[in-house]
Each structure stands twice: as structure tokens, then as C-alpha cells.
């Protein structure tokens, strides 16, 4: 076989001419396919984002440009050779035919070497399409998760402090002198507590305060169904033959005025009530004088000394907490009265910019969410599904979606689709998902409630029954009622694409 420098016989020219001619049309084959994708990509851009379809074509342009920059440059050389290997007159036959006849048996050897090498390439490709593919999920995901080790540990030692305080005024004088509520012990809700906080580095620690019934009284809701908004009505109830549980008490039903006034303090609806329902914000400034009084033995009962301050609120107690390291966390106990034994409650949860009757109370499944996704998250593979919450959440900022709003969605998705998916390898699929879904909500104009009259609700979710059976609630119903609202909304989803494109990809 000629050796470098060497001239080449006409025959070898050909195939190489051959080859060359074969490299180009491939090439031009390959830019048809890229044009005709990206035509593609614009037409289904102009409906939504498909995160699947950003990802197939992230993996497929990579590989195309790769492959593409080993043609031009086989094409290139293929051009040197030809420039240089010219034939050189005065060559003897007899060298020709035997250099012809050694080309023609090495290149049939290498055209079926190549050829094999062609089929075992080709089979090869199909399953780095679908590696990269799972690749390019996992680093997206790992790119945009964090260990919830660090919330969980503060989430704990919140929950530590909190109870403790509880414990201390339940214990006060006042509360065991008087018929106020008694303190259940608090019960962490929300993202921070969940673990999937948008703020990792300073979440508001969000925690549910049972208050419970005093002795001879009862709660129960206003009469009718169960609704987003209620109110908690007191009544009395008779304790003539009620076994006393610390000392005795008069009865304040069948005891006199006089005797009342005299030997017994004034029933929670003197107190805590505005007529025979209970006050949100008399509760509040109750509660928070309680804390006030007590946060003193508090600091002496932990090991770590921080500094307590209660903040101003209308409607819940917000405390900020200096611990002794420097961090600053901020706390608010949400009062809640539970429907029966369900994890259903009335809180007194709600906007402080918005007016509110200070006798209404607002229905909280927070308690039922976070059991919901601590169940579902048990039976996922890793930590994906805190992963995506976290990473929707974050791009709200600044927009009219309330991280509800995303939860909602999700819990939907992880009753309509396989727990084993929501794992790193399928990261950009359940985001998008997660977009397709809030998409279809936003044109349908209906997000469903997740706990009324759902039949998909887990069994180890307690509902009152008046929830099971109740109708379903739109979530939407404002942007039905509102076309104004609806475009804003609609538009708003877009800056949200956009936002959730950036926070993943650059």
C-alpha cells in the first residue's frame, strides 16, 4: 500500500471521491433534521414550555454538533489528500496492477470493518441518547437541590422551643384560675417544617397551637356545612356530676349569678368571645401576654440561652428568636380548633392586609398536607419531589401564584402518577409536569381543592365526613368571575416559564 507522500492510482481517488461525496450528503441530511426540529420547537413554544422537549433537544443538538464537526473534518482532509496525492507520470504498469490489486483486497476488508463498526455505532447511539438524556435530568436536579438536614435540625430545635413555652403557660397561674383555652402541644406546618422552604436560609417557622376546649365549655362550628371560612361558637355545658379534675368548680349553668360572681372566675364568653363566638384577636393578645409573662423560665429550661421577642399581630403571635450563635429565626403559632379527630382545622390564620370579621376562622388542612407528603414522600426514590416544590416555589416571588397554589398542583400529580418517576433521572419531566398542569388550570380556569369531596385522599388522612361529601372548591373561582384577572394571570404564567427556564438552565 502506498505510504504517505505516496501517489495515489485512479481507483482509490474514486472511492475517496466516493466517500466524500457520501460524508456531504450526510452532512446537509443532518442540518435538514436540525432546521426542521427547531421549526418544531417554535410551533410547540407557542403554546406552552415542554421541559421534556427542551431536554430531547439540549441532548439531540449536542450530539448533532459533535458529529457534525467529525464530518466537516473528514471532508477536510479528504480535500488535503487529494491536493497532494496527485498521480505521477512515468509509473510502471506491472507496480500499478500489483498496488491496485493489494488497495482492492484492503479495501474490501475495510469497508466491511466499517461497516461493522457502523451497525454496533448505531446501536450505541440509541442508548447514549437515552443516558444523556437521564444525565442531563440528574445534573438539573442536583444542580437546583439542597440537604434538608439543615432545616430539619433548626425545624427541631424550633419545635423544642415552642413546646417548651407551651408547656410553661399552660402551667401558669392564670390558666389553671381562669377558664381560658387549654394549649395542645404545637404542631410544625408549612415548607419550613416540610422541609421544601423557598427561603432555606430564613424560612418562617409556621406552627398550629391546638387550643382546646376549658372546663364547661364546648366548641363547635357555626350550624351548616363545612366552609372555607367559619365561626367557632361557645357553649356551656352542665358539670353538676362532672368528676372535678383539679379542684371543684360551680356549675355555670345551674349556678346562680351571685355565686358565680363571687366564687368562680368568668367563663371563656366573658373573656376570649364577642357574643357566643370566639374572638381570633382576643385569643391573640391573650396568648401573647401569656408569653410575654413566660418567656423568662422558657430561656431557663433550654440548654442554648437565645433572646425572645413577641412582634406585633392581630391574628396569630409572631415571635422573633435570637439564638446565641447570631442566627435569627422568625416564629408564628397559628391558633386552631380541630374538627372532631380529624387532622382538619379552623385557624386563625389569615392576611393581615385584607379586613377579616374577628369571629371568622379559616379551615387549615395544613396538618393533612404535610401527612400527605411525608406519606408520598416515603415511598419516593430520593428527595426529588422536596426538590421540585422548592424550586417552584422560589420563582413566585413577585407574582399572583401563592406557593398554595403550586402544592396544590402537586399533590394532585402524586395521585395521578407513578411515586417511582418522581426521582432525580426524571427531574425536568415532573417540573414539566407540574407546568403542563397549572397550564390546564389557567384555561380551564378551575383548580380543584385538594381535600373536598377527593376520594383519592390516602386512609391515613382523617376527614370529617362533612369534607368528604362536600362538592369540590375552585381554587380559581375569582379568575372565572374576573376575565381582568384571568389575563393577568395568564400572563403571569409566562414570566413564570421564563423565570423557571432561567433558574434550571443558566
Not at 166 to 192: H, I, R
Not at 365 to 393: H, I, N
Request: net charge negative.
Amino acid at each position: 500500500m502506498p505510504m504517505v507522500g505516496d501517489e495515489l492510482d485512479e481507483a482509490t481517488c474514486d472511492r475517496m471521491q466516493q466517500c466524500s461525496e457520501m460524508l456531504t450528503k450526510e452532512m446537509a441530511r443532518m442540518l435538514q433534521e436540525l432546521q426542521q426540529q427547531v421549526e418544531e420547537q417554535k410551533i410547540t413554544e407557542q403554546n406552552y414550555l415542554t421541559w421534556s422537549g427542551l431536554l430531547s433537544a439540549a441532548s439531540w443538538n449536542w450530539k448533532f454538533w459533535v458529529t457534525a464537526g467529525f464530518l466537516l473534518l473528514m471532508i477536510v482532509g479528504l480535500s488535503c489528500c487529494f491536493s497532494k496525492r496527485s498521480p505521477k507520470v512515468g509509473s510502471s504498469i506491472s507496480s500499478e496492477e500489483e498496488e491496485y490489486s493489494e488497495e482492492e483486497e484492503d479495501s474490501e476488508e475495510e469497508e466491511d470493518s466499517e461497516e461493522e463498526e457502523y451497525n454496533e455505532e448505531e446501536e450505541d447511539s440509541e442508548e447514549e441518547d437515552a443516558a444523556d438524556a437521564a444525565d442531563l435530568d440528574t445534573y438539573i436536579a442536583m444542580r437546583n437541590t439542597w440537604s434538608p438536614s439543615k432545616l430539619w435540625e433548626w425545624s427541631e430545635w424550633v419545635y423544642a422551643v415552642v413546646n417548651n413555652l407551651l408547656f410553661t403557660c399552660q402551667q401558669s397561674n392564670d390558666l389553671l384560675k381562669g377558664f381560658f383555652p387549654e394549649l395542645g402541644s404545637a404542631m410544625g406546618v408549612g415548607g419550613a417544617f416540610d422541609c421544601w422552604s423557598p427561603q432555606e436560609d430564613e424560612p418562617v417557622y409556621h406552627l398550629l397551637v391546638r387550643l382546646k376546649p376549658p372546663r364547661g365549655h364546648t366548641f363547635c362550628l357555626e350550624p351548616g356545612t363545612v366552609a372555607n371560612k367559619s365561626r367557632i361558637c361557645v357553649e356551656l355545658e352542665c358539670t353538676c356530676t362532672a368528676q372535678p379534675r383539679v379542684r371543684p368548680m360551680l356549675c355555670f349553668l345551674h349556678s346562680s349569678k351571685e355565686q358565680l360572681r363571687n366564687k368562680q372566675k368568668p367563663s371563656l364568653l366573658h373573656t376570649l368571645c364577642t357574643g357566643s363566638y370566639l374572638d381570633v384577636q382576643k385569643t391573640a393578645r391573650w396568648f401573647q401576654d401569656l408569653v410575654r409573662e413566660n418567656k423568662a423560665i422558657v430561656r431557663m429550661l433550654r440548654v442554648r440561652y437565645f433572646l425572645l421577642t413577641v412582634l406585633p399581630s392581630r391574628r396569630s403571635c409572631k415571635v422573633e428568636i435570637e439564638h446565641i450563635s447570631g442566627k435569627t429565626m422568625l416564629i408564628e403559632m397559628i391558633f386552631g380548633v380541630q374538627l372532631g379527630d380529624s387532622d382538619i382545622f379552623m385557624s386563625s390564620q389569615g392576611r393581615e392586609d385584607i379586613f377579616s370579621p374577628s369571629t371568622m376562622w379559616t379551615l387549615s388542612c395544613a396538618r393533612a398536607e404535610g401527612k400527605f407528603l411525608w406519606l408520598m414522600l416515603d415511598q419516593t426514590p430520593d428527595y426529588s419531589l422536596l426538590s421540585c416544590l422548592q424550586v417552584c416555589t422560589r420563582v413566585l416571588v413577585g407574582t399572583g401564584f401563592s406557593s398554595y397554589t403550586l402544592k396544590t398542583v402537586v399533590m394532585h400529580l402524586l395521585t395521578t402518577t407513578p411515586l417511582s418517576g418522581w426521582c432525580r433521572t426524571h427531574f425536568l419531566l415532573r417540573l414539566g409536569d407540574i407546568m403542563r398542569y397549572l397550564h390546564r388550570c389557567l384555561e380551564e380556569k378551575r383548580l380543584n381543592h385538594f381535600f373536598f369531596g377527593n376520594e383519592k385522599i390516602p386512609k391515613e388522612i382523617v376527614l370529617p365526613p362533612a369534607l368528604e361529601r362536600a362538592e369540590p372548591f375552585n381554587l380559581f373561582q375569582h379568575l372565572a368571575q374576573d376575565p381582568a384577572a384571568h389575563e393577568q394571570a395568564m400572563r403571569e404564567f409566562q414570566e413564570l416559564q421564563h423565570r423557571l427556564t432561567t433558574q434550571l438552565f443558566f
